[in-house]
């Protein structure tokens, strides 16, 4: 039997994905130990994870045998069942956030639900039972409607934009639990991040503006452009009101529409969010970092912008899978560039990394990350 022994905390990651791969870099120089939770040895945390255990996130047995020796527990994605989340904290281990907040960002009606009673702004919503239902809903708020799965949807998946009730029916074919919402016109999308600690210290990075191509976010404008400071302020509210009024403990992404009317929520994510990657250079503490803090109950850190402007760009996989041959190009180009990839398997469409740039000109620095992005995905210039 091993000898060893920690030196600092330990956290535990349920999953093994893209944001715990970036939680390593963080980690060691806090001084903190990383344990994941992976479905198989080759996912993206588990390549540069010493500590990886393999397991199913769905199955008690395993999450009790991670569980132990860990000072905190938390989360890559959302899908814990939500009564092993309340068994591990009730077995006595620091699971951040609880059952009790993150219900909130696996099931979108209780979501709508709270935050309605709560005051925060969102759009008409009703729970479904079948396409029947849908009609009605749209007699009140009018076409298109929007259909979304009650657990489970992510990156534009599990959403529906319904113009009539033959495509709500089509929608419905899915099997999955649906509820409605109206149709939001919004301006723009803007995303919040906060972070809150268990006893209570919250802080806010500044509004971003996210830029969704087919459901997936591609670019992220750090801070958001022309956006007034009253808006900012309103938005950065609103997030650490909902931070606080669920119990959030870590990270809180809250995902909104700006509308001619104001700030619409859209939706909610509890840990690391792509709308905060910009962080790891543009921030004086990343994301990743902050979460860990969090989570420990640490002093959080300062999220004041280390530049003007800050751009980051999704790489989404295309046709041709070898991205690195491609490295002396773009870094020869732009030695300011900074590239993250996550260690997975190129297919079209997924996201396999991002690209981020600095500088005090939007338009100048959004064509560097632009560059990067398109060239290392495809090989041909903007």
Same mark, same amino acid.
């Given at each position: 039997?091993?000898?060893?022994?920690?030196?600092?905390?330990? /956290?535990?990651?349920?999953? *093994?994905?893209?944001?715990? +791969?970036?939680? %390593?870099?963080?980690? =060691? $120089?806090? #001084?903190? @130990?990383?344990?994941?939770?992976? #479905? *198989?040895?080759? @996912?993206?945390? !588990?390549?540069?994870?010493?500590?990886?255990? =393999?397991?199913?996130?769905?199955?008690? #047995?395993?999450? +009790?045998?991670?569980? %132990? #020796?860990?000072?905190? =527990?938390? &989360?890559?994605?959302?899908?814990?069942?939500?009564?092993?989340?309340?068994?591990? !904290?009730? !077995?006595?281990?620091?699971?951040?956030p609880g059952a009790d907040a993150l219900v909130h960002a696996q099931d979108k009606a209780v979501m709508r639900e709270r935050l309605t009673a709560i005051g925060v702004p969102c759009p008409a919503w009703s729970r479904l039972s079948s396409a029947a239902d849908v009609?009605?809903? $749209?007699?009140?708020?009018?076409?298109?409607? /929007?259909l979304k799965a009650v657990r489970g949807g992510y990156d534009g998946r599990g959403v529906w934009v319904c113009e009539d009730t033959a495509q709500a029916e089509e929608a419905f074919a899915s099997g999955a639990e649906l509820m409605a919402e109206a149709f939001v016109p919004f301006e723009r999308e803007l995303a919040v991040l906060v972070a809150r600690s268990p006893h209570g210290q919250g802080v806010s990075y500044p509004v971003v503006e996210t830029v969704q191509r087919d459901g997936i976010c591609v670019e992220v404008l750090a801070p958001a452009p022309g956006l007034d400071r009253e808006d900012? !302020?309103?938005? %950065?509210?609103?997030?650490?009101?909902? *931070?606080? @009024?669920?119990?959030?403990?870590?990270l809180l992404a809250v995902e909104m529409f700006q509308t001619a009317r104001g700030l619409v929520v859209n939706e909610l994510a509890m840990r690391p969010h792509n709308s905060?990657?910009?962080?790891?250079?543009?921030? +004086?503490?990343?994301? &990743? @970092?902050?979460?860990?803090?969090?989570?420990?109950?640490?002093?959080?850190?300062?999220?004041?912008?280390? *530049? %003007?402007?800050?751009?980051?760009a999704n790489l989404l996989g295309g046709d041709d899978p070898d991205l690195f041959k491609r490295y002396e190009h773009v870094l020869a180009h732009d030695p300011g560039i900074k590239l993250h990839f996550y260690g997975k398997q190129v297919r079209p469409g997924r996201k396999i990394g991002h690209v981020t740039a600095l500088g005090s000109n939007l338009d100048e620095v959004r064509a560097r990350a632009r560059h990067a992005a398109v060239y290392l995905m495809t090989g041909e210039y903007t």
């Open positions: 039997m091993s000898s060893y022994r920690p030196i600092g905390p330990v /956290v535990g990651i349920v999953g *093994a994905g893209q944001l715990a +791969r970036m939680s %390593q870099q963080p980690a =060691i $120089a806090l #001084g903190v @130990e990383l344990r994941v939770l992976a #479905g *198989a040895p080759d @996912e993206s945390a !588990a390549r540069v994870i010493v500590d990886t255990r =393999i397991g199913d996130y769905r199955d008690l #047995g395993d999450l +009790r045998d991670f569980a %132990q #020796g860990c000072d905190a =527990i938390t &989360f890559d994605h959302e899908h814990v069942p939500t009564e092993h989340i309340r068994a591990l !904290a009730g !077995a006595g281990h620091s699971v951040h009609p009605g809903f $749209a007699e009140e708020h009018g076409w298109p409607v /929007v900012a !302020a309103a938005a %950065q509210h609103i997030g650490l009101k909902i *931070a606080h @009024e669920l119990g959030v403990t870590g905060g990657h910009w962080t790891i250079e543009g921030s +004086r503490t990343s994301q &990743f @970092e902050q979460h860990l803090r969090a989570v420990l109950d640490l002093p959080l850190g300062s999220p004041t912008m280390t *530049a %003007q402007v800050v751009v980051m």
